[in-house]
């Protein structure tokens, strides 16, 4: 069974780091594109960032680039979005998704939330 596993979201202050991590096992790794998703309560899941593991392609949103970046580790299997200088407005529930001709996984939401 294909698995992702989101992890290290929490609570930070504005401009503070985190790191989500997305481990994934059932699948090979570099056949997929990775992206992460974020969502408020009340609005549409949106993507924020991507990578093709194969050829470590990379997709910023608009919004999130130049402070997130996404890395890919094939070894351990696990997609890092490595986020700073948080504001408020990136509050939401991180999700990783796996992507490959069509054919998707998700994995279980992460609460990032930023405040002072």
């Known amino acids: 069974d294909v698995q992702l596993q989101a992890s290290g979201g929490g609570s930070v202050q504005p401009g503070g780091p985190l790191r989500l991590s997305c481990a994934a096992s059932?699948?090979?790794?570099?056949?997929?594109?990775i992206a992460w998703f974020r969502q408020d309560p009340g609005k549409e899941r949106e993507p924020i960032s991507c990578i093709r593991n194969g050829d470590k392609t990379t997709y910023y949103k608009t919004s999130v680039k130049g402070r997130f970046t996404i890395s890919s580790d094939s070894a351990k299997s696990t997609v890092y979005l490595h986020m700073n200088s948080l504001k408020p407005e990136d509050t939401a529930v991180y999700y990783c998704?796996?992507?490959?001709?069509?054919?998707?996984?998700w994995g279980q939401g992460t609460q990032v939330t930023v405040s002072s």
């Open positions: 998704n796996a992507i490959r001709h069509g054919v998707n996984y």
């Open positions: 059932g699948l090979a790794f570099d056949d997929y594109a």
